[in-house]
């Protein structure tokens, strides 16, 4: 417990200075090429994501404008369909959302879409480059590379790269999974490394988030 109880207010601090960076000094990053909905993009491993139609988000009941510019993966090996991952949810101003945890999973499903577990924003690392074992441990992170979904990382301004920040730097998103042995406890994703983050009190801090369609 006191371990816990020392990391979490690092953890808040690190939130906190995040939403100060990203509403005044984070820079678009995104080099992307310019897509329309239904092009597809093969990822380097060569797993090929479609980006959604407006219909298509339509038939999952998920509202099209709340999910901005969404992607959706192939069936996976068991046959299940594939994921469909919204833009990360941002403010009208188009500053970034930061909610706690409840409130992320209550915007979510106020647009008839649900928080990823950690396990789909570990699947997405996987088709990004990143090899896990059964077991879900990273094996080999070689060859990683945050693609085709936007938002991931973001560019830092260069006067805080001077200061001592790195220039890129990934986003922390909620996940829906809960420590199994403490309920208090949420998982994060950086998905902008391929990374679980820590589980952290999903009441006191807040972080940015991305829904799943459907």
Same mark, same amino acid.
């Given at each position: 417990m006191k371990a816990l109880s020392f990391l979490?207010?690092?953890?808040?601090l690190a939130v906190h200075s995040s939403v100060a960076f990203s509403d005044a000094h984070v820079?678009?990053?995104?080099?992307?090429?310019?897509?329309?909905?239904?092009?597809?993009?093969?990822?380097?491993?060569?797993?090929i994501l479609?980006?959604?139609?407006? !219909?298509?988000?339509?038939?999952?009941g998920t509202d099209p404008e709340k999910c901005g510019e969404a992607w959706t993966e192939p069936k996976h090996p068991d046959g299940k369909a594939g994921k469909t991952w919204c833009d990360m949810v941002r403010k009208k101003d188009g500053t970034?959302?930061? /909610?706690?945890?409840?409130?992320?999973?209550?915007?979510?499903?106020?647009?008839?879409?649900?928080?990823?577990?950690?396990?789909? #924003?570990?699947?997405?690392?996987?088709?990004?480059?990143?090899?896990r074992g059964t077991d879900g441990k990273i094996?080999?992170?070689?060859?990683?590379?945050?693609?085709? /979904?936007? !938002? /991931?990382?973001?560019?830092? !301004?260069e006067g805080l790269v001077k200061a001592g920040l790195k220039k890129i730097? +990934?986003?922390?998103?909620?996940?829906?999974?809960?420590?199994?042995?403490?309920? #208090? +406890?949420?998982?994060? #994703?950086?998905?902008?490394?391929g990374h679980s983050g820590d589980y952290v009190d999903p009441k006191t801090n807040i972080m940015a988030f991305r829904c799943i369609a459907g």
């Open positions: 979490v207010p690092l953890f808040l820079v678009a990053s995104d080099q992307r090429p310019h897509t329309k909905p239904g092009d597809t993009r093969k990822t380097t491993t060569g797993v479609t980006r959604t139609t407006d !219909s298509e988000l339509t038939k999952l970034i959302n930061y /909610l706690n945890h409840e409130d992320a999973i209550k915007y979510c499903e106020s647009m008839h879409a649900k928080l990823p577990s950690r396990e789909d #924003f570990e699947q997405l690392s996987v088709y990004f480059g990143i090899t094996h080999s992170e070689e060859g990683y590379e945050p693609q085709i /979904l936007p !938002s /991931l990382t973001y560019t830092r !301004s730097e +990934s986003y922390f998103f909620w996940t829906a999974t809960y420590d199994k042995k403490a309920r #208090f +406890s949420v998982n994060t #994703f950086g998905a902008g490394d």
